[in-house]
């Protein structure tokens, strides 16, 4: 073993005393110490580990094969023998294998199908900082197969930079272990980037400056491939002489990012341009210069929408301190930022972590085949946030994955078992028994890295049918290749696609296969990949608008950014949507057979045979709709609609609109006047008739009067009045006369109307004349209410108001005698009121 010292090695005694108790632990260690490849060599020895193997998880596939091939080389071995790797799409392991370094979603794998990780020591988790999904989960898992299972299971936290303290809290106050970096001195520039200059052209502009100004190779961060491959063709043929230009991201072929890390040949330099897939566990070898863009792309997911869109952000200062230490590992070195000093003041302290910003469907589904009900069941440095993770129970239902309480179905394990994204999962499962599992599987490789095809028709044209073509034809399948005109992709990547999907395909014809359909539609994969895509992507399927544009089903707009053939598809399945305005842009899109959702969804399509009211007819119009979510497919007219229904339509129009379509008259509405002042008086006796009363009830006051009712007219031969008599009963039918009448019987001989409106109610308007003799005021309302006298001139116009007829006669009458005097002096106006005879005409017995 190659014993060259490193700082990890001072306190490496420490953490091995730390493992064998409590066996659990926490370990920062700066870049340069040593951490990734030391700490599992020197550990293996260990009398706990006899016997035991011991799994290392990596963030980054490179990383992963990287660890291993050091590690492997200090033994003097190959990897494969004592130290192997197993990512998802290589594998060297043997018997001897002692150190297992895994990724992206491996240790799950392997804690489902083995939960007490029997014959496994310890488990490490490198770069925890970075705080992927994965990260994350296994910590989880892991930790609860200590609790319940294992508890001499080991576990190993590792970082360059973060909270030790959180992380220790959650390993149940693990101790902490520190170790210094090896790291030379990094001066950093701030360079700036002026706001109208792109950023292709800083970085060109910056990368000049650094290699006429420093030695050795540089390492440029860049947020993503398609940054990557526009620097790369700004740069081309402007290099000096001996320097290269490798790019270096994750979706590149093994070999071409092996090329990127290794040293330049003699005498040469390099410019990497690389994502944030270099911040740490690699060293890209010869690098003293960095240049920082400042940027990095992550997959945001909104549980508004139920999608996720990619989108470029401002790194924060755990990033770019990562970024800026490329520089300093074998030599002094330089750090260009491309913002400025303020800029740099105000970044963020730390990267969210992934799992505050990803889907969360496929962690859903892991909890679901682990067997928790909830995620608050596990110990986690961040929760999953509850809106996500609701969406991707929804989802996952959707996909048949959960039954309705939430628990995992077979064809949910199916998906875990596949280890894809629960949705393309689930596409390859839908497609075997069709015949289609091989194009599935070469369209979830497809759809993974949608960025494969490059050439002038890969920005312009969203018909995901040419880029299947593309893989199709460098695979040798059968279809139509001329659709692949106009698209370029790298042989390395293809191959690494294919590899992938070849690999599906096996898992889906020994375990998961139901057999191919006997009509085999393989040879016609291009009319099928909209069925596919729809098979990943339900939520997505969208029909086209009268104005070119596209509703989805989930009930959200989308549209392509210009035309194209796709654009007059009646029906798609769209794959790829920018969904970051209030209308998504459509990426990449196969067309959809409507037959298909019969066919494919039928337990989906929802039928309602309706009735609703239309004010513009005034009438109920019964119409039969056939519905895929949001997307209407059938709206027609009902010829024989259910009466019931029709009556439903009728009551809530009665509720909506109640006085407006009701045909009220002055009998009707005097009856429920004085239904509504007893009521005041006695709320338990009397009901409610008020107009917002009999139209949240309608069905209970109108249901029996409207049967066989359809239109306006209908409704305006209701009698409200019978209505309201009727539902009242004959015995308080009678009580209301008595306590609420409608007229009161004056001295003339008159029957007055009693009014129960208005702000005086009860009231009645009677000439003065009729009036005499009338001792005291009328009392209704179980004789607690007097009647308001409108007392009026023979003109019948108002002369007095009062409720105490008693001291009108003793005071008020004189004086509004000696005005009506005056200007009725034929009339009758006695001095004595009381004694007087009452009369409707000029004077008492006078036949005028």
Same mark, same amino acid.
């Given at each position: 073993?190659?014993?060259?010292?490193?700082?990890?090695?001072?306190?490496?005694?420490?953490?091995?005393?730390?493992?064998?108790?409590?066996? *659990?632990?926490?370990?920062?260690?700066?870049?340069?110490?040593?951490?990734?490849?030391?700490?599992?060599?020197?550990?293996?020895?260990?009398?706990?580990?006899?016997?035991?193997?011991?799994?290392?998880?990596?963030?980054?596939?490179?990383?992963?094969?990287?660890?291993?091939?050091?590690?492997?080389?200090?033994?003097?071995?190959?990897?494969?023998?004592?130290?192997? %790797?197993?990512?998802?799409?290589?594998?060297?392991?043997?018997?001897?294998?002692?150190?297992?370094?895994?990724?992206?979603?491996?240790?799950?794998?392997?804690? =489902?199908?083995?939960? +007490?990780?029997?014959?496994?020591?310890?488990?490490?988790?490198?770069?925890?900082?970075?705080?992927?999904?994965?990260?994350?989960?296994?910590?989880?898992?892991?930790?609860?197969?200590?609790?319940?299972?294992?508890?001499?299971?080991?576990?190993?936290?590792?970082?360059?930079?973060?909270?030790?303290?959180?992380?220790?809290?959650?390993?149940?106050?693990?101790?902490?272990?520190?170790?210094?970096?090896?790291?030379?001195?990094?001066?950093?520039?701030?360079?700036?980037?002026?706001? =109208?200059?792109?950023?292709?052209?800083?970085?060109?502009?910056?990368?000049?400056?650094?290699?006429?100004?420093?030695?050795?190779?540089?390492?440029?961060?860049?947020?993503?491939?398609?940054?990557?491959?526009?620097?790369?063709?700004?740069?081309?043929?402007?290099?000096?002489?001996?320097?290269?230009?490798? @790019?270096?991201?994750?979706?590149?072929? =093994?070999?071409? =990012?092996?090329?990127?890390?290794?040293?330049?040949?003699?005498?040469?330099?390099?410019?990497?341009? +690389?994502?944030?897939?270099?911040?740490?566990?690699?060293?890209?070898?010869?690098?003293?210069?960095?240049?920082?863009?400042?940027?990095?792309?992550?997959?945001?997911?909104?549980?508004?929408?139920?999608?996720?869109?990619?989108?470029?952000?401002?790194?924060?200062?755990?990033?770019?301190?990562?970024?800026?230490?490329?520089?300093?590992?074998?030599?002094?070195?330089?750090?260009?930022?491309?913002?400025?000093?303020?800029?740099?003041?105000?970044?963020?302290?730390?990267?969210?972590?992934?799992?505050?910003?990803?889907?969360?469907?496929?962690?859903?589904?892991?909890?679901?085949?682990?067997? /928790?009900?909830?995620?608050?069941?596990?110990?986690?440095?961040?929760?999953?946030?509850?809106?996500?993770?609701?969406?991707?129970?929804?989802?996952?239902? !959707?996909?048949?994955?959960?039954?309705?309480?939430?628990?995992?179905?077979?064809?949910?394990?199916?998906?875990?078992?596949?280890?894809?994204?629960?949705?393309?999962?689930? *596409?390859?499962?839908?497609?075997?028994?069709?015949?289609?599992?091989?194009?599935?599987?070469?369209?979830?490789?497809?759809?993974?890295?949608?960025?494969?095809?490059?050439?002038?028709?890969?920005?312009?044209?969203?018909?995901?049918?040419?880029?299947?073509?593309?893989?199709?034809?460098? /695979?040798?399948?059968?279809?139509?290749?001329?659709?692949?005109?106009?698209?370029?992709?790298?042989?390395?990547?293809?191959?690494?696609?294919?590899?992938?999907?070849?690999?599906?395909?096996?898992?889906?014809?020994?375990?998961?296969?139901?057999?191919?359909?006997?009509?085999?539609?393989?040879?016609?994969?291009?009319? %099928?990949?909209?069925?596919?895509?729809?098979?990943?992507?339900?939520?997505?399927? +969208?029909?086209?608008?009268?104005?070119?544009? %596209?509703?989805?089903?989930?009930?959200?707009?989308?549209?392509?950014?210009?035309?194209?053939?796709?654009?007059?598809?009646?029906?798609?399945?769209?794959?790829?949507?920018?969904?970051?305005?209030?209308?998504?842009?459509?990426?990449?899109?196969?067309?959809?057979?409507?037959?298909?959702?019969?066919?494919?969804?039928?337990?989906?399509?929802?039928?309602? &045979?309706?009735?609703?009211?239309?004010?513009?007819?005034?009438?109920?119009?019964?119409?039969?709709?056939?519905?895929?979510?949001?997307?209407?497919?059938?709206?027609?007219?009902?010829?024989? @609609?259910?009466?019931?229904?029709?009556?439903?339509?009728?009551?809530?129009?009665?509720?909506?609109?109640?006085?407006?379509?009701?045909?009220?008259?002055? &009998?009707?509405?005097?009856?429920?006047?004085?239904?509504?002042?007893?009521?005041?008086?006695?709320?338990?006796?009397?009901?409610?008739?008020?107009?917002?009363?009999?139209?949240?009830?309608?069905?209970?006051?109108?249901?029996?009067?409207?049967?066989?009712?359809? &239109?306006?007219?209908?409704?305006?031969?209701?009698?409200?009045?019978?209505?309201?008599?009727?539902?009242?009963?004959?015995?308080?039918?009678?009580?209301?006369?008595?306590? +609420?009448?409608?007229?009161?019987?004056?001295?003339?001989?008159?029957?007055?109307?009693? !009014?129960?409106?208005?702000?005086?109610?009860?009231?009645?308007?009677?000439?003065?004349?009729?009036?005499?003799?009338?001792?005291?005021?009328?009392?209704?309302?179980?004789?607690?209410?007097?009647?308001?006298?409108?007392?009026?001139?023979?003109?019948?116009?108002?002369?007095?108001?009062?409720?105490?007829?008693?001291?009108?006669?003793?005071?008020?009458?004189?004086?509004?005698? &000696?005005?009506?005097?005056?200007?009725?002096?034929?009339?009758?106006?006695?001095?004595?009121?009381?004694?007087?005879?009452?009369?409707?005409?000029?004077?008492?017995?006078?036949?005028?």
């Amino acid at each position: 073993m190659n014993r060259l010292a490193m700082p990890i090695d001072e306190i490496l005694p420490d953490l091995r005393e730390h493992l064998r108790s409590p066996g *659990m632990a926490v370990l920062i260690a700066e870049p340069g110490a040593g951490k990734t490849t030391r700490t599992p060599l020197s550990l293996l020895n260990e009398p706990w580990m006899e016997g035991q193997q011991m799994i290392m998880l990596e963030p980054r596939r490179l990383a992963a094969r990287s660890a291993a091939a050091y590690m492997a080389e200090q033994l003097g071995e190959r990897v494969g023998e004592t130290v192997g %790797y197993r990512i998802r799409t290589d594998s060297r392991v043997s018997a001897r294998t002692r150190i297992l370094v895994v990724t992206e979603g491996v240790l799950t794998r392997m804690l =489902q199908q083995d939960a +007490a990780l029997i014959g496994t020591g310890l488990v490490i988790f490198d770069e925890f900082h970075e705080r992927s999904l994965h990260a994350d989960l296994g910590l989880a898992l892991a930790l609860q197969s200590r609790q319940l299972l294992r508890e001499d299971l080991r576990l190993l936290v590792m970082s360059a930079t973060l909270d030790a303290g959180a992380v220790a809290e959650l390993l149940g106050q693990a101790p902490v272990v520190q170790s210094r970096g090896r790291m030379y001195p990094v001066e950093t520039i701030f360079v700036g980037r002026p706001q =109208q200059e792109t950023l292709e052209a800083a970085v060109v502009r910056t990368v000049r400056l650094a290699l006429a100004d420093h030695e050795g190779s540089v390492l440029v961060f860049l947020p993503g491939a398609r940054e990557i491959r526009r620097v790369e063709s700004a740069l081309a043929g402007q290099m000096p002489a001996g320097v290269t230009v490798a @790019p270096l991201y994750g979706a590149l072929s =093994q070999e071409r =990012q092996q090329l990127a890390i290794e040293a330049a040949p003699e005498g040469g330099r390099k410019v990497v341009l +690389a994502t944030s897939i270099a911040e740490t566990s690699l060293t890209v070898s010869g690098v003293t210069v960095v240049i920082d863009s400042g940027l990095r792309r992550t997959a945001l997911f909104s549980p508004r929408t139920g999608m996720s869109r990619l989108v470029t952000v401002r790194a924060a200062r755990d990033s770019a301190d990562q970024r800026r230490g490329r520089a300093g590992r074998t030599a002094p070195g330089t750090c260009y930022r491309l913002w400025n000093e303020a800029e740099d003041r105000a970044l963020d302290p730390s990267t969210p972590p992934e799992m505050l910003e990803a889907d969360l469907t496929p962690l859903a589904l892991e909890l679901a085949a682990w067997g /928790a009900e909830s995620p608050a069941e596990l110990a986690w440095l961040d929760a999953p946030p509850a809106a996500p993770y609701g969406q991707a129970l929804q989802l996952l239902r !959707q996909l048949g994955a959960l039954d309705a309480a939430g628990r995992i179905t077979v064809h949910g394990r199916r998906l875990a078992g596949l280890g894809l994204h629960p949705r393309l999962a689930h *596409m390859l499962l839908r497609a075997q028994p069709l015949g289609l599992g091989r194009a599935a599987c070469r369209l979830a490789a497809l759809l993974e890295e949608p960025g494969l095809a490059k050439g002038p028709a890969a920005g312009s044209d969203g018909d995901l049918r040419s880029r299947l073509a593309l893989l199709m034809a460098v /695979a040798g399948e059968s279809g139509p290749r001329d659709h692949a005109a106009g698209l370029t992709a790298d042989p390395g990547d293809v191959q690494r696609l294919l590899t992938v999907s070849r690999q599906w395909e096996r898992r889906l014809e020994t375990q998961f296969s139901e057999g191919a359909s006997e009509s085999d539609r393989a040879g016609d994969w291009w009319r %099928y990949c909209g069925l596919l895509v729809s098979f990943a992507y339900p939520d997505r399927i +969208a029909r086209r608008r009268g104005d070119g544009r %596209y509703l989805l089903r989930s009930g959200r707009g989308a549209a392509f950014i210009r035309q194209q053939p796709l654009s007059a598809e009646p029906f798609l399945a769209i794959a790829d949507v920018d969904d970051e305005g209030t209308e998504g842009r459509i990426l990449l899109a196969a067309p959809l057979e409507e037959s298909w959702l019969t066919e494919f969804y039928r337990d989906e399509l929802l039928e309602e &045979k309706t009735a609703e009211w239309d004010d513009q007819v005034g009438a109920v119009r019964a119409r039969i709709t056939l519905s895929f979510g949001a997307i209407m497919l059938k709206d027609h007219p009902d010829p024989n @609609p259910s009466p019931d229904r029709v009556q439903a339509a009728l009551l809530r129009v009665v509720a909506e609109q109640g006085a407006r379509i009701l045909p009220w008259n002055a &009998k009707s509405r005097q009856f429920q006047a004085r239904i509504m002042f007893l009521r005041r008086l006695n709320e338990e006796r009397w009901p409610d008739v008020s107009d917002e009363a009999l139209s949240a009830e309608a069905e209970e006051w109108f249901g029996a009067y409207v049967a066989g009712f359809r &239109k306006k007219s209908d409704l305006q031969s209701l009698s409200l009045f019978t209505i309201l008599e009727n539902r009242l009963g004959w015995q308080h039918t009678q009580e209301l006369n008595v306590e +609420a009448p409608t007229h009161l019987l004056v001295p003339s001989g008159s029957k007055i109307p009693v !009014q129960y409106d208005g702000p005086q109610a009860p009231y009645a308007s009677v000439r003065l004349q009729e009036v005499f003799g009338m001792m005291q005021t009328p009392v209704i309302g179980y004789g607690r209410i007097p009647v308001t006298l409108h007392l009026l001139s023979p003109a019948s116009r108002p002369v007095q108001v009062t409720s105490d007829l008693t001291s009108f006669w003793k005071s008020g009458y004189f004086e509004v005698k &000696k005005d009506l005097k005056g200007r009725y002096p034929k009339h009758y106006w006695p001095e004595d009121p009381l004694q007087a005879t009452a009369t409707r005409r000029v004077r008492p017995g006078n036949g005028q």
